[in-house]
Protein backbone atom coordinates (compact mmCIF):
# COMPACT_ATOMS: atom_id res chain seq x y z
CA UNK A 1 0.00 0.00 0.00
CA UNK A 2 1.16 3.66 -0.67
CA UNK A 3 1.82 6.27 2.11
CA UNK A 4 0.53 9.89 2.04
CA UNK A 5 -0.26 13.02 3.74
CA UNK A 6 -2.29 16.10 2.98
CA UNK A 7 -0.61 19.42 5.12
CA UNK A 8 -2.63 22.81 5.82
CA UNK A 9 -1.36 25.34 8.20
CA UNK A 10 1.65 28.44 8.39
CA UNK A 11 3.48 28.78 5.70
CA UNK A 12 6.50 26.10 6.11
CA UNK A 13 9.47 24.63 4.30
CA UNK A 14 8.14 21.26 2.62
CA UNK A 15 11.28 19.14 4.48
CA UNK A 16 9.89 20.36 8.18
CA UNK A 17 6.85 17.78 7.35
CA UNK A 18 8.22 15.73 4.81
CA UNK A 19 11.63 14.74 6.47
CA UNK A 20 12.03 15.93 9.95
CA UNK A 21 9.48 13.80 11.83
CA UNK A 22 10.04 10.69 13.87
CA UNK A 23 8.10 8.78 11.83
CA UNK A 24 8.08 11.13 8.67
CA UNK A 25 6.61 10.13 4.68
CA UNK A 26 10.52 9.65 3.73
CA UNK A 27 10.88 7.26 6.38
CA UNK A 28 7.57 5.25 5.78
CA UNK A 29 8.49 5.19 2.17
CA UNK A 30 10.86 2.36 3.33
CA UNK A 31 9.49 1.20 6.40
CA UNK A 32 6.13 1.97 6.69
CA UNK A 33 4.60 1.03 10.31
CA UNK A 34 1.00 0.35 9.36
CA UNK A 35 0.90 -0.73 5.38
CA UNK A 36 0.21 -3.96 4.40
CA UNK A 37 3.54 -3.28 2.26
CA UNK A 38 6.97 -2.48 4.05
CA UNK A 39 8.16 -0.54 1.50
CA UNK A 40 6.84 2.10 -1.07
CA UNK A 41 9.60 2.64 -3.74
CA UNK A 42 8.15 2.94 -7.01
CA UNK A 43 7.88 6.20 -7.48
CA UNK A 44 6.91 9.86 -5.32
CA UNK A 45 4.88 12.91 -6.01
CA UNK A 46 4.53 16.53 -3.96
CA UNK A 47 1.97 19.09 -4.89
CA UNK A 48 2.11 22.44 -3.39
CA UNK A 49 -0.28 25.80 -3.01
CA UNK A 50 2.03 29.08 -3.38
CA UNK A 51 1.91 31.81 -5.42
CA UNK A 52 -0.41 30.52 -7.80
CA UNK A 53 -4.29 28.85 -8.14
CA UNK A 54 -2.37 26.06 -10.11
CA UNK A 55 -0.32 23.48 -7.96
CA UNK A 56 3.27 23.28 -8.49
CA UNK A 57 3.72 19.67 -9.19
CA UNK A 58 7.23 17.21 -8.76
CA UNK A 59 6.61 13.93 -9.66
CA UNK A 60 9.63 10.92 -10.10
CA UNK A 61 10.33 6.96 -10.60
CA UNK A 62 13.23 7.11 -7.67
CA UNK A 63 12.15 5.79 -4.26
CA UNK A 64 11.67 8.82 -1.77
CA UNK A 65 14.09 7.88 0.80
CA UNK A 66 17.16 7.62 -1.89
CA UNK A 67 16.38 10.99 -3.99
CA UNK A 68 18.77 14.00 -3.17
CA UNK A 69 16.09 16.15 -5.81
CA UNK A 70 13.33 15.82 -3.60
CA UNK A 71 15.50 16.99 -0.45
CA UNK A 72 16.94 19.93 -2.48
CA UNK A 73 13.41 21.11 -3.64
CA UNK A 74 12.03 20.14 -0.06
CA UNK A 75 14.67 22.29 1.63
CA UNK A 76 13.59 25.74 -0.17
CA UNK A 77 10.20 24.98 -0.86
CA UNK A 78 7.32 26.99 0.90
CA UNK A 79 4.23 26.33 1.01
CA UNK A 80 0.76 26.72 3.41
CA UNK A 81 -1.01 23.76 1.78
CA UNK A 82 0.83 20.51 0.13
CA UNK A 83 0.14 17.20 -0.88
CA UNK A 84 2.70 14.63 -0.72
CA UNK A 85 2.54 10.63 -1.96
CA UNK A 86 5.31 7.56 -1.49
CA UNK A 87 3.60 4.73 -4.29
CA UNK A 88 3.41 1.30 -3.66
CA UNK A 89 2.55 -0.70 -7.61
CA UNK A 90 -0.53 -2.30 -7.34
CA UNK A 91 0.34 -3.91 -11.01
CA UNK A 92 0.72 -1.02 -13.52
CA UNK A 93 4.55 0.12 -14.80
CA UNK A 94 6.30 3.02 -12.46
CA UNK A 95 6.48 5.63 -14.83
CA UNK A 96 6.62 9.64 -13.96
CA UNK A 97 2.45 9.36 -15.53
CA UNK A 98 1.49 6.99 -12.53
CA UNK A 99 2.67 8.79 -9.63
CA UNK A 100 0.74 10.77 -7.51
CA UNK A 101 -0.35 13.43 -7.05
CA UNK A 102 -2.52 13.63 -10.07
CA UNK A 103 -3.13 17.49 -11.33
CA UNK A 104 -6.25 18.61 -13.55
CA UNK A 105 -6.58 22.84 -13.30
CA UNK A 106 -6.61 23.97 -9.75
CA UNK A 107 -7.43 20.43 -8.26
CA UNK A 108 -4.56 17.67 -6.48
CA UNK A 109 -5.43 14.01 -5.90
CA UNK A 110 -3.63 11.16 -4.72
CA UNK A 111 -4.76 7.69 -2.99
CA UNK A 112 -3.55 4.61 -1.52
CA UNK A 113 -5.63 1.68 -2.09
CA UNK A 114 -6.74 0.30 -5.20
CA UNK A 115 -9.85 -0.96 -7.45
CA UNK A 116 -9.60 -5.09 -6.91
CA UNK A 117 -9.02 -6.54 -10.64
CA UNK A 118 -9.24 -3.82 -11.73
CA UNK A 119 -8.05 -4.71 -15.39
CA UNK A 120 -11.78 -6.74 -15.70
CA UNK A 121 -13.55 -3.35 -15.40
CA UNK A 122 -11.11 -0.79 -16.82
CA UNK A 123 -12.59 -0.68 -19.53
CA UNK A 124 -16.49 0.09 -18.35
CA UNK A 125 -14.86 3.10 -16.23
CA UNK A 126 -13.04 4.93 -19.35
CA UNK A 127 -16.39 4.82 -21.33
CA UNK A 128 -17.70 6.56 -18.00
CA UNK A 129 -15.09 9.51 -18.02
CA UNK A 130 -16.51 12.56 -19.54
CA UNK A 131 -15.18 13.14 -23.09
CA UNK A 132 -13.86 16.65 -22.35
CA UNK A 133 -11.64 15.12 -19.53
CA UNK A 134 -10.51 11.86 -20.89
CA UNK A 135 -7.04 13.52 -22.74
CA UNK A 136 -5.68 14.66 -19.66
CA UNK A 137 -5.55 10.61 -18.85
CA UNK A 138 -1.76 10.25 -19.14
CA UNK A 139 -1.18 7.23 -17.10
CA UNK A 140 -2.73 3.53 -16.78
CA UNK A 141 -3.63 3.86 -13.05
CA UNK A 142 -7.28 3.07 -11.33
CA UNK A 143 -6.07 5.91 -8.97
CA UNK A 144 -5.87 8.47 -12.58
CA UNK A 145 -9.06 7.21 -13.84
CA UNK A 146 -10.91 7.38 -10.56
CA UNK A 147 -9.89 10.80 -10.49
CA UNK A 148 -11.30 11.83 -13.90
CA UNK A 149 -14.33 9.91 -12.73
CA UNK A 150 -14.59 12.44 -9.78
CA UNK A 151 -14.11 15.17 -12.03
CA UNK A 152 -17.08 14.38 -14.34
CA UNK A 153 -19.42 14.24 -11.19
CA UNK A 154 -20.05 17.46 -10.59
CA UNK A 155 -17.10 18.09 -8.05
CA UNK A 156 -17.03 21.56 -8.46
CA UNK A 157 -20.80 22.09 -6.89
CA UNK A 158 -20.57 19.02 -4.06
CA UNK A 159 -17.25 17.35 -3.32
CA UNK A 160 -18.98 14.44 -0.48
CA UNK A 161 -21.89 13.87 -3.02
CA UNK A 162 -19.18 13.70 -6.33
CA UNK A 163 -17.23 11.38 -4.22
CA UNK A 164 -20.65 9.12 -3.72
CA UNK A 165 -21.27 9.00 -7.26
CA UNK A 166 -18.09 8.21 -8.28
CA UNK A 167 -17.74 5.25 -5.69
CA UNK A 168 -21.15 4.20 -7.25
CA UNK A 169 -19.99 4.33 -10.73
CA UNK A 170 -17.37 1.79 -9.66
CA UNK A 171 -19.15 -0.75 -7.52
CA UNK A 172 -21.57 -0.57 -10.28
CA UNK A 173 -19.15 -1.81 -12.58
CA UNK A 174 -17.50 -4.30 -9.59
CA UNK A 175 -21.27 -5.74 -9.35
CA UNK A 176 -21.73 -6.32 -13.68
CA UNK A 177 -18.67 -7.70 -14.04
CA UNK A 178 -18.30 -10.20 -11.05
CA UNK A 179 -15.51 -8.66 -9.65
CA UNK A 180 -14.88 -10.38 -5.73
CA UNK A 181 -11.54 -8.32 -4.83
CA UNK A 182 -12.43 -5.60 -2.72
CA UNK A 183 -12.20 -1.85 -3.73
CA UNK A 184 -10.11 0.41 -1.20
CA UNK A 185 -9.99 3.93 -1.38
CA UNK A 186 -8.22 6.33 1.57
CA UNK A 187 -7.56 9.27 -1.12
CA UNK A 188 -7.08 13.19 -0.64
CA UNK A 189 -8.51 15.95 -3.19
CA UNK A 190 -7.37 19.41 -3.10
CA UNK A 191 -8.65 22.63 -4.55
CA UNK A 192 -5.93 24.87 -3.08
CA UNK A 193 -8.16 26.68 0.05
CA UNK A 194 -10.13 23.28 0.81
CA UNK A 195 -8.54 19.40 1.56
CA UNK A 196 -11.02 16.44 1.40
CA UNK A 197 -9.92 13.21 2.39
CA UNK A 198 -11.80 9.93 2.11
CA UNK A 199 -11.81 6.26 3.47
CA UNK A 200 -13.94 3.44 1.96
CA UNK A 201 -13.54 0.06 1.53
CA UNK A 202 -15.87 -2.15 0.28
CA UNK A 203 -14.87 -5.08 2.46
CA UNK A 204 -15.21 -3.42 5.54
CA UNK A 205 -11.06 -3.35 5.99
CA UNK A 206 -10.30 -0.33 5.16
CA UNK A 207 -6.74 1.20 4.86
CA UNK A 208 -5.54 3.14 7.45
CA UNK A 209 -5.92 7.19 7.62
CA UNK A 210 -6.07 9.37 10.25
CA UNK A 211 -6.26 13.36 10.96
CA UNK A 212 -4.85 15.81 12.92
CA UNK A 213 -6.71 19.66 13.80
CA UNK A 214 -4.17 21.12 15.96
CA UNK A 215 -0.70 19.49 15.64
CA UNK A 216 1.77 21.36 17.28
CA UNK A 217 4.74 21.62 14.81
CA UNK A 218 7.26 22.08 17.24
CA UNK A 219 6.34 18.62 17.96
CA UNK A 220 6.90 16.47 14.64
CA UNK A 221 9.30 18.97 13.64
CA UNK A 222 11.61 18.61 16.27
CA UNK A 223 11.63 21.78 17.23
CA UNK A 224 12.01 23.83 14.06
CA UNK A 225 8.96 25.91 14.21
CA UNK A 226 7.45 27.93 16.97
CA UNK A 227 5.98 26.09 19.92
CA UNK A 228 2.50 28.22 19.51
CA UNK A 229 2.51 27.15 15.87
CA UNK A 230 0.04 24.36 14.32
CA UNK A 231 -0.98 22.77 11.57
CA UNK A 232 -4.07 20.15 10.27
CA UNK A 233 -2.96 17.07 8.86
CA UNK A 234 -4.29 14.30 6.80
CA UNK A 235 -2.20 10.90 6.66
CA UNK A 236 -2.07 7.44 6.26
CA UNK A 237 0.38 7.02 9.32
CA UNK A 238 1.07 9.17 12.28
CA UNK A 239 4.16 10.96 12.09
CA UNK A 240 5.04 10.84 15.68
CA UNK A 241 4.19 8.40 18.85
CA UNK A 242 1.82 11.24 20.77
CA UNK A 243 -1.45 9.77 19.98
CA UNK A 244 -3.51 12.96 21.39
CA UNK A 245 -2.25 14.79 18.19
CA UNK A 246 -4.14 12.40 15.73
CA UNK A 247 -7.86 10.82 15.47
CA UNK A 248 -8.59 7.73 13.67
CA UNK A 249 -11.09 8.46 10.21
CA UNK A 250 -13.97 6.34 10.65
CA UNK A 251 -14.76 4.21 7.49
CA UNK A 252 -16.99 5.56 4.87
CA UNK A 253 -16.22 9.50 6.44
CA UNK A 254 -15.21 12.25 4.90
CA UNK A 255 -12.71 14.79 6.58
CA UNK A 256 -12.76 18.23 5.38
CA UNK A 257 -10.03 20.89 6.32
CA UNK A 258 -10.16 23.94 5.69
CA UNK A 259 -9.73 27.98 7.65
CA UNK A 260 -7.83 26.78 10.67
CA UNK A 261 -10.17 24.13 11.52
CA UNK A 262 -10.99 20.11 10.08
CA UNK A 263 -14.38 18.28 10.52
CA UNK A 264 -15.71 14.86 9.64
CA UNK A 265 -18.65 14.12 7.64
CA UNK A 266 -20.39 10.73 6.82
CA UNK A 267 -20.14 9.66 3.20
CA UNK A 268 -22.98 10.82 1.40
CA UNK A 269 -25.44 7.96 -0.04
CA UNK A 270 -25.09 8.20 -3.68
CA UNK A 271 -28.43 8.36 -5.70
Known amino acids: MCRWLAYSGPSIFLDRVLLKPENSLIRQSLQARESRSVTSGDGFGVGWYRHHDRPGLFRDIHPAWNDENLRSLAEQIQARTFLAHVRASTGTPTSRSNCHPFRYGNYLFMHNGQ ?3 FEKIRRDLLIAVRPDLFTNIKGATDSELFFHLLLGNKLEDDVPTAFAQTIKTVEDARIANNVTEPFLLTAALCDGETIYAIRYASNNQPA ?34 IRDNW ?10 AAENRAYVLPLPVAK
Open 247 to 256: TEVPQNSIVV
Open 115 to 117: IGE
Open 208 to 241: TLYYGSEVPLSEITNGAEEPDEKAILILSEPLDD
